[in-house]
């Protein structure tokens, strides 16, 4: 329970929020709760949607860890899948579907022949999502709560920051996965594939690729953090304000208006 006392620091608070923010049209906004009790009130609703329910950075790297590999397994058939149609090795399933190329993989090479390399992804998977989703919320605190960088661009950094960690792990278990996953491999295991990768190439061809998946992930991450973190808030906002039926308040007016628009609309594209 947030004491009065803390009234003076909350007021801080209450403007360095606005500060990050933007102003608002309306200033009247900016003035002082009228009593320390509307304060504390104020704090304790924003308190309660800033604070992680799970805010241990063990929970939190362990739901990550596990949101990785089940991401990844459950996909990793259609990952090979595509591997074997990106492929420059030429094969009698290329330039074929997406089925037929699974069809014939399983004929040809047996039904475990789409899951080679999966164990190689799982390995990678789970300490590089750990990391990424720990680091995100570690960082995205940092940036909206302890520093005056807006809201969006924090996410947008803990975004970016959280996938450079993130593909610096998975990009060499991404290498080794690829080349098991290639069509007439010479590689047989994870660990042959590791060895004979690092004898012949060297440590650089695990990371041959990083800065191409940096290029394409970085920007990809941000702007997705930040619309999911701003799509989320809004969303919930609404909903703890006024309900569930706040989204659905304007339902019948829309129909009224849309249903009539909607059918001269269509009569006249098709009669044109």
């Known amino acids: 329970m947030t004491s009065t006392d803390d ?31 509307q304060a504390v009130s104020q704090s304790v609703s924003m308190d309660d949607y800033e604070s992680i329910p799970s805010d241990k950075l063990s929970h939190i790297m362990m739901a990550g860890a596990t949101a990785g ?13 595509k591997t074997r149609m990106q492929s420059l090795t030429t094969s009698s399933q290329t330039g074929r579907g997406m089925g037929e190329v699974f069809r014939g993989m399983v004929a040809q090479e047996g039904v475990l022949r789409p899951l080679r390399g999966v164990n190689a992804v799982i390995l990678g998977a789970a300490p590089a999502h750990a990391l990424y989703f720990s680091c995100y919320e570690y960082l995205k605190d940092t940036f909206t709560n302890r520093t005056l960088i807006n809201n969006n661009v924090g996410y947008g950094l803990a ?3 959280a996938t450079m960690l993130h593909d610096g792990i998975m990009t060499p278990a991404d290498v080794v996965k690829q080349r098991l996953q290639m069509y007439n491999s010479p ?28 290029a394409m992930n970085v920007p990809f991450q941000s702007i997705h953090f930040i619309t999911y973190e701003v799509i989320y808030y809004t969303i919930r ?6 309900g569930l039926v706040a989204f659905y308040r304007s339902y019948t007016t829309q129909l009224a208006m849309n249903v009539p628009f909607q059918s001269i609309h269509f009569i006249t594209y098709e009669v044109i």
Do not use: W
């Open 7 to 37: 009234y003076e620091s909350l007021t801080v608070n209450n403007y360095k929020s606005v500060y990050k923010m933007g102003l608002p049209e309306d200033k009247s906004s900016l003035s002082l709760p009228h009593d320390k009790s």
């Open 69 to 81: 590999i089940m991401e990844h397994c459950v996909m990793f058939p259609f990952d090979t899948i």
């Open 159 to 161: 975004g970016g920051m």
């Open 187 to 214: 590689y047989r295991s994870m660990l042959e594939t590791i060895r004979t990768v690092y004898r012949t190439e060297g440590l650089v061809a695990f990371y041959r690729s990083y800065t191409t998946q940096l």
């Open 237 to 242: 906002t609404v909903y703890r304000t006024e």
